[in-house]
């Protein structure tokens, strides 16, 4: 057995998530429907939104794709904990 490394995750997403949620003015389950219109394959539902706010799961490569279009902000200032969301 080799040992596992986990890669690093950025600590401000959960926040930076909700952030935009609230900026959107949308509910989860409002938030929701904006992603699974967009992510086809695995759209996430109300619990998932939850989770990702509350950073117990991670959101796909795709949903954060599809909140840095919804919010048009850059996905770099999404998950890099060095850069607020802009304004």
């Known amino acids: 057995m080799g040992t596992r490394h986990t890669r690093p995750q950025p600590h401000r997403l959960a926040d930076k998530l909700r952030q935009i949620r609230i900026r959107l003015g949308y509910t989860l389950e409002e938030m929701a429907r904006a992603l699974a219109t967009r992510v086809k394959k695995s759209p996430p539902d109300k ?3 939850h989770r990702f706010e509350a950073g117990t799961r991670e959101p796909s490569l795709l949903a ?3 909140y840095s279009r919804l919010a048009r ?3 770099e200032s999404i998950v890099d904990d060095e ?3 802009p304004e």
């Open 47 to 49: 619990s998932y939104i």
């Open 64 to 66: 954060l794709l599809e």
């Open 73 to 75: 902000v850059p996905l």
């Open 83 to 85: 850069i607020d969301l």
